[in-house]
C-alpha cells in the first residue's frame, strides 16, 4: 500500500481542511490570538473551492453572520478564542434557540478578560456548556494532537448537522499552534453527515416539528419554504409563544434531542486501564502528557492508565462510571482551576478517591508534574 | 511519601528531541518549521513542532522545539533535550539545563561568549550570514545547515529541497548558499572534533 | 373626480394586495399599537415588493429586536428575527450565502444604532446588497420609551425625564458618512414617496437605507406632548423638507426639519461580486 501523503502542518489549519471536509463553506471571523490562523487559513482556502470568507467588524458579527449563512442552508464555522467566544455566546444561544448547526473553534487561551493571549489554559471548558444563558444542552469536542483537530472538526460539524445545533471544538493553544504530521483522508474515508432537508410540501412544513428522535427537517432559506426563524420562545411553526404547554416541550426538545443520542456522542481513548487501580482522566495536552506519563510510570510497575475525553459535553457520565469502576483513585488534570473535575465528582461513586492537578500559569503539564502528582496520590 | 516511583522512571528512548532558540525575529521558529518538514519528507517518521513566544514580533525571548520519534509522540513539547541550538547567551542560559548529558549543543559562537561545557559546536552564523551569505536574515538557514551535518538526521539533499520551499521568491540562491555554508561548516566541525580536535 | 364605488375599489385592491402577503399561519393580531406606523411601513415595502415582481421565496427578511423587528414575522416571507442589533450581520450572512436571495433588514433607531451602530457603519462600508428599512420613532418603544441614539437634545422619555442631555445621531447622514450607496429619509405621512423610495432601494445594487420617520404616539408623542397618530403625522408633513429645497436653506434654517427624499444615490463596487470575482480567479488552484 502506498504512503498516503503526510503533511506537516498546523493545528489551526488541521481545523480548517477538517472543517472542509466536512463541507464547510461559509468562515465569518474576526482576528484574536491564537486562533487567527483558523481565519487565515479560511481566507486562503475557501475561494478556491467556491466557498464564502468575510471578516466581520467583531465577534458578535462574525458568529450572527454563521447563522444567518447557516439558515440559508450553508455548512458554517467561527475560530475565537475566549474573550472572543464570551462576546458571541449571546448569539449562540440564538443557534441553540433556533436549532441552527454551526460550528465553533475556540482555541483557549489564559483568562479572565484579555488575559494571556499567546498562553495556553483550558479555563473554557465550562463556559462551553453554561456560556449562554437559558436552558438547552451542549455539545463540545477536544482533540489532542494536529490529525485530531482535523477528524474532531469533521466530527463537530456531523454532530451539529445530525442533531442541529452548534457545536464547540475545544482546543489546546499548544495544539493550535503545534505542527505536526497530518494525513488529509481520501473522500469517503470518513462519515459525512448532511442536516436532514424536508421531503414535504411547503404548505405542510412544520419547521420545527416534533419528531421521534427530535430533530426537525431543515429547509433552507429560498428552497420554497417560506418560515419564521425567532429567538423568542417559539412553537413548532416558529411563531412566538409564551404558553406553557408549548414552552417546556420545546425546551425539552433542545435537551433531549442530544441526551437521548449521548451514547452516540461519547468518544473517549483509554489507554492501560485494564488492572488500572489510577486513572487520569484529562482532555487536549493534558491527555498527551497524561498518556506520556502512564507509560513511563507503567514502565516502573505502577498500575496506573488514562481516560482522555474527546466529548466533553455532554459530559460521558456512565462511560467514566464503567471504566472507573475498578480504580481507587483517580487524579483529574485540567489548565484551569478546576472546572471539570466538578462532573468528575458528580460522576463517579464515593468509594472512588478523586484527586486533582490544575495548572493556570499558561504553561502546560508536563508528564514530570503528573508523575509527581501520581507519586504524591500513591 | 514522595519518592516511591520517581526516581524508577526513565527518559523516553524513543524520541528525539531538538530545541532551536534565540531571539525574536533571529527565525528559530521557521527554521524549525523547515527542520520539522525536512525530517517529515519522506513520511515516516512522526513529528511535533511547537514553540513559544511572546506577542511581539522582533526582540524578545524565541524558541522552538521539534519532537521526532518513529512512534507515537505522546507528551508534545521537549522533555530533554537531545539537541539545542542557542543563538544568543541568553537562550543557552535559559535552556542548557534541559539539554540531556550527552547532548549535542551548537552555539553562535560570536554571540555566546560564556559555554558551560567543552562539549559543543562553535559557529559565527550570524557573522556568515552577514559576511559570506551576503545577509544577516540567513543566519537561521546556516545553522540548519549545520544543524544537518553534524546530526545526519536529514539528508543534504532533503534539508536543502525543504529550506528552498520556504524560501521567499527571489532569495533562492541566497538560502541555497547559506544551508550549503551550514553543511560545510558543520562538516568541518564534525570532522575535526572525530579527529579529536 | 373618481366615483365612491371606484375608490372603494382601489382600496379593495391594495387590501388585497397586502393580504396576499400577510402569513397566513400567523396568529393575528400584531403587537404594535393601533396607529403605529410600523403598518404604513410595512404596507409601503409590500407594495414596492409586488410591483418589482418578486416572488415570496427569494425575499428573506431579517430584524433584530424592538417593535418594527416584528415585521417580518407576519409576512410571508422567509424570516430572520434575531438578537437585538445583529439584524444586519446576520443578513449579511444570508445574503453572502445566497447572493440571489433579495435580503431585507427592518430595523429601529435603537436596534441599528445604539447596540447595533457598529455592524451598521459596517455594512455600509462594505456595501453589500442589502436593504435596511430603518423605523425611526427616535424612542425604545417595546421596552416602554427610553431614550435612544435619535432622541432629540431635551426632548423627553422615560429615562430622560427631565429632558435629554446627549446629543442626537442622523441615521441618513451617519450611513452616507460611513459608505452606503443609497440613502433616502421618508416619513409615514409620506406613503407615496416612501413606496417609490423602497422600490428604488430594492433596485439598488449595493448597500441602501431607507429611514422612515414614524410616529411612536404611544411613547414618544404622549411624553413629548406631540398628540395622537394623526397630529404626529400632520407634524412630520410641516417638518418635511425636500431635499431640492433643502439644499438652498442654511443649516440654521434647517434646524428641527426632516429633509425627505432621495440623499444619496451612488455606484459602487458591491461585497458579493467583488468576491466573486476572487472566486472566480482562484477556484481550483492548489
Not at chain 1, 111 to 131: C, I, N, V
Not at chain 2, 3 to 24: A, N, W
Not at chain 2, 68 to 92: C, H, N, R, W
Not at chain 3, 32 to 47: D, Y
Amino acid at each position: 500500500m502506498a504512503i498516503k501523503k503526510r503533511h506537516l502542518m498546523l493545528g489551526n489549519l488541521a481545523c480548517v481542511h477538517g472543517a472542509i471536509y466536512a463541507g464547510m463553506r461559509f468562515f465569518a471571523g474576526y482576528p484574536i490570538t491564537p486562533s487567527t490562523e483558523v481565519a487565515e487559513g479560511c481566507a486562503r482556502e475557501l475561494p478556491k473551492i467556491g466557498g464564502k470568507f468575510i471578516q466581520m467588524e467583531d465577534e458578535i458579527g462574525s458568529i450572527a453572520a454563521i447563522v444567518g449563512a447557516s439558515v440559508a442552508g450553508l455548512k458554517s464555522m467561527t475560530a475565537t478564542s475566549g474573550p472572543g467566544y464570551s462576546l458571541m455566546v449571546e448569539n449562540i444561544g440564538y443557534a441553540y434557540m433556533t436549532e441552527t448547526p454551526v460550528v465553533v473553534i475556540n482555541v483557549q487561551r489564559g483568562g479572565p478578560s484579555t488575559g494571556m493571549p499567546t498562553k495556553g489554559s483550558q479555563a473554557d471548558t465550562m463556559q462551553a456548556r453554561w456560556g449562554t444563558h437559558g436552558d438547552y444542552t451542549a455539545i463540545a469536542v477536544a482533540p489532542s494532537t494536529v490529525q485530531e483537530c482535523l477528524t474532531e472538526t469533521i466530527r463537530a460539524f456531523n454532530l451539529a448537522e445530525r442533531f442541529r445545533t452548534p457545536v464547540t471544538v475545544l482546543l489546546d493553544e499548544v495544539i493550535a499552534h503545534s505542527r505536526e504530521m497530518v494525513t488529509i483522508p481520501e473522500k469517503g474515508e470518513f462519515k459525512v453527515y448532511d442536516r436532514v432537508k424536508p421531503t414535504c410540501t411547503p404548505e405542510e412544513y412544520v419547521p420545527f416539528e416534533m419528531t421521534p428522535n427530535g430533530v426537525s427537517p431543515m429547509a433552507g432559506f429560498g428552497e420554497g419554504y417560506r418560515f419564521n426563524v425567532t429567538g423568542l420562545t417559539h412553537d413548532t411553526m416558529g411563531f412566538t409563544t409564551n404558553r406553557p404547554e408549548e414552552v417546556s416541550p420545546k425546551l425539552d426538545k433542545l435537551a433531549n434531542k442530544i441526551l437521548k443520542y449521548r451514547d452516540e456522542t461519547v468518544k473517549m481513548r483509554t489507554e492501560m486501564m485494564d488492572g488500572a487501580e489510577i486513572a487520569f482522566i484529562s482532555y487536549g495536552s493534558v491527555s498527551r502528557a497524561a498518556l506520556q506519563a502512564v507509560m513511563l510510570a507503567r514502565k516502573a510497575g505502577v498500575k496506573v492508565g488514562t481516560v482522555q475525553l474527546y466529548t466533553i459535553w455532554p459530559f460521558p457520565e456512565k462511560q467514566l462510571r464503567e471504566i472507573c469502576a475498578g480504580c481507587k483513585k483517580v487524579i483529574v488534570g485540567e489548565l484551569n482551576m478546576g472546572q471539570m473535575i466538578y462532573e468528575v465528582e458528580r460522576v463517579l461513586p464515593n468509594n472512588i478517591k478523586i484527586h486533582s492537578i490544575q495548572r493556570y500559569d499558561g504553561e502546560f503539564l508536563t508528564p514530570m508534574q503528573l508523575l509527581e502528582k501520581l507519586d504524591e496520590v500513591l | 511519601m514522595a519518592g516511591k516511583i520517581l526516581d524508577k522512571i526513565e527518559i523516553p528512548q524513543d524520541r528525539f528531541e531538538l530545541r532551536l532558540s534565540g531571539s525574536g525575529g533571529q527565525g528559530m521558529i521557521l527554521a524549525s518549521v523547515i527542520l520539522g518538514e525536512a525530517i517529515g519528507a519522506d513520511g515516516t517518521k512522526n513529528i511535533t513542532q511547537s514553540q513559544s513566544y511572546g506577542p511581539e514580533a522582533r526582540g524578545g525571548a524565541s524558541k522552538a522545539d521539534v519532537v521526532v520519534s518513529s512512534g507515537e509522540i505522546f507528551y508534545p513539547k521537549a522533555m530533554k533535550l537531545d539537541l539545542l541550538l542557542a543563538m544568543t547567551q541568553e537562550s543557552l542560559d535559559s535552556y542548557y539545563p534541559f539539554l540531556k548529558e550527552n547532548g549535542t549543543l551548537i552555539v553562535d559562537d560570536v554571540l555566546v561568549t560564556e559555554v558551560p561545557t567543552d562539549n559543543y559546536y562553535g559557529l559565527p552564523f550570524t557573522r556568515l550570514a552577514r559576511e559570506e551569505a551576503g545577509h544577516v536574515m540567513v543566519a537561521n538557514v546556516i545553522a540548519l545547515g549545520a544543524i544537518g551535518a553534524i546530526t545526519g538526521i536529514v539528508t543534504h539533499e532533503t534539508l536543502v529541497e525543504a529550506v528552498l520551499a520556504r524560501a521567499p521568491r527571489g532569495t533562492e540562491e541566497k538560502n541555497r548558499k547559506a544551508v550549503e555554508i551550514g553543511y560545510r561548516e558543520g562538516a568541518r566541525l564534525l570532522k575535526e572534533k572525530a579527529a579529536g580536535k | 373626480m373618481a366615483t365612491v364605488k371606484e375608490t372603494n375599489q382601489a382600496e379593495k385592491q391594495k387590501s388585497d394586495v397586502m393580504l396576499q402577503y400577510l402569513r397566513p399561519k400567523k396568529k393575528f393580531p400584531s403587537v404594535w399599537c393601533a396607529g403605529c406606523g410600523n403598518g404604513t411601513v410595512m404596507g409601503a415595502i409590500i407594495r414596492a415588493i409586488d410591483k418589482l415582481g418578486y416572488s415570496k421565496d427569494e425575499v428573506v427578511m431579517v430584524s433584530g429586536i424592538g417593535c418594527s423587528s416584528r415585521m417580518p414575522v407576519y409576512l410571508d416571507f422567509s424570516s430572520l428575527h434575531t438578537t437585538h442589533g445583529r439584524a444586519l450581520p446576520y443578513a449579511t450572512g444570508v445574503k453572502f450565502a445566497k447572493p440571489h436571495l433579495k435580503v431585507i433588514v427592518i430595523t429601529g433607531d435603537g436596534d441599528a444604532l445604539a447596540i447595533g451602530g457598529n455592524h451598521f457603519i459596517h455594512a455600509c462600508r462594505r456595501n453589500i446588497d442589502i436593504t435596511a428599512i430603518l423605523i425611526n420613532n427616535y424612542i425604545y418603544g417595546m421596552t416602554g420609551g427610553q431614550g435612544s441614539p435619535t432622541t432629540p437634545s431635551k426632548a423627553f422619555s422615560t429615562t430622560t425625564p427631565y429632558g435629554n442631555v446627549e446629543k442626537h445621531f442622523n441615521p441618513s447622514e451617519l450611513a452616507m458618512a460611513a459608505g452606503a450607496t443609497f440613502v433616502g429619509r421618508t416619513t409615514v405621512y409620506h406613503v407615496p414617496q416612501m413606496e417609490k423610495m423602497i422600490t428604488q432601494a430594492l433596485e439598488h445594487k449595493g448597500f441602501s437605507l431607507v429611514e422612515a420617520v414614524s410616529n411612536c404616539h404611544t411613547y414618544f408623542g404622549r411624553l413629548n406632548r406631540q398628540g395622537d397618530p394623526v397630529a404626529m403625522l400632520k407634524m412630520f408633513k410641516d417638518l418635511a423638507v425636500p431635499a431640492a429645497r433643502a439644499k438652498n436653506m442654511t443649516p440654521e434654517e434647517l434646524e428641527g426639519k426632516l429633509v425627505t427624499g432621495v440623499l444619496q444615490d451612488i455606484e459602487k463596487t458591491e461585497f458579493c461580486d467583488e468576491y466573486q470575482k476572487v472566486v472566480d480567479a482562484h477556484r481550483g488552484v492548489k
